[in-house]
């Protein structure tokens, strides 16, 4: 039977879109799930050719969802290829011992895709038959059939040469993906440490801690301000009354000057007076006698 549709089944998005573009180049339309149980779900309204089967998922795991197809009368006939990192001789009887058909190993690449889609696609008992060609073949036959040959390894190489592209291009993204996580988790905490900081910064208790030497500072600037304009108005209010002292004084000496010269001048009069008397007695009493 030819092998047109397929259903991948896989926790990965990464895995089931690398194996949906394989398929693809080979004209194989497929479908994708996540989980066994989605794939039991898809398998009730829809009929594939082929399915791929991924073995550890959350859940239902893929050889015992691989057991329910082949029990199940409706999808017995579907062969089913576990896709999984798993190998070996050993893990291919066990994954033959639960209804699989084969093992597709991750990460997979086209030659193997192509090699289990070619191991699947063998003619049915109903298949057309092409009808035999004689003995003969004609020169241009075998051009034909050569350059079939070379076209299909030189599509075969494209393959190749694409699907490791995908798996180079996928590791790329995969790993720009990791350090985009590793920046982003160190911008988080470089985040969460300077909030932590700020937090702390905006205390009152660290605040006051933080500008006491300013403020001390600052006080004892006012204060020497302060002290020294008090000094000012002192000197200013003492040098005021030193001039009023030294006035009242100066005016206190004036007058006590012209009294002085006043009194002198009465007691000059007075002796002038007293002397005139004396004289004038002295002369009476010499004329009595």
Excluded: W
Aim: aromatic letters at 2%; charged letters at 25%; a negative charge.
């Amino acid at each position: 039977m030819a092998i047109k549709n397929a259903l991948v089944v896989d926790d990965s998005k990464s895995a089931r879109m690398m194996l949906q573009r394989l398929l693809g180049r080979m004209n194989v339309k497929a479908e994708a799930v996540e989980s066994a149980e989605a794939a039991l779900l898809f398998l009730d309204k829809s009929q594939p050719d082929v399915i791929f089967m991924d073995h550890m998922m959350p859940g239902m795991d893929g050889l015992e969802a691989t057991q329910l197809i082949k029990s199940n009368p409706k999808t017995s006939t579907i062969p089913t290829i576990m896709y999984t990192s798993k190998e070996g001789e050993e893990y291919f009887d066990i994954a033959r011992s639960h209804g699989a058909e084969g093992v597709l190993a991750k990460p997979a690449n086209q030659e193997a895709v192509m090699a289990v889609i070619e191991s699947l696609d063998e003619p049915a008992a109903n298949d057309e038959r092409e009808t035999s060609q004689p003995d003969g073949i004609a020169l241009v036959e075998v051009d034909k059939l050569v350059q079939k040959h070379l076209k299909l390894a030189i599509t075969e190489a494209k393959a190749e040469i694409a699907a490791g592209l995908d798996s180079s291009t996928q590791q790329l993204q995969s790993a720009q993906s990791h350090q985009l996580e590793q920046i982003q988790s160190q911008i988080r905490q470089q985040y969460e440490t300077l909030q932590t900081e700020l937090k702390k910064s905006l205390d009152p208790q660290s605040i006051y801690k933080a500008t006491l030497p300013l403020n001390q500072r600052l006080a004892a600037a006012v204060a020497d301000k302060v002290n020294k304009k008090a000094a000012d108005d002192l000197v200013t209010v003492v040098r005021t009354n030193k001039a009023e002292s030294e006035a009242l004084i100066a005016s206190q000496n004036q007058s006590l000057q012209k009294q002085i010269k006043e009194a002198s001048q009465k007691a000059m009069l007075t002796g002038a007076i007293i002397g005139g008397c004396v004289g004038l007695l002295a002369a009476v009493v010499s004329k009595l006698i």
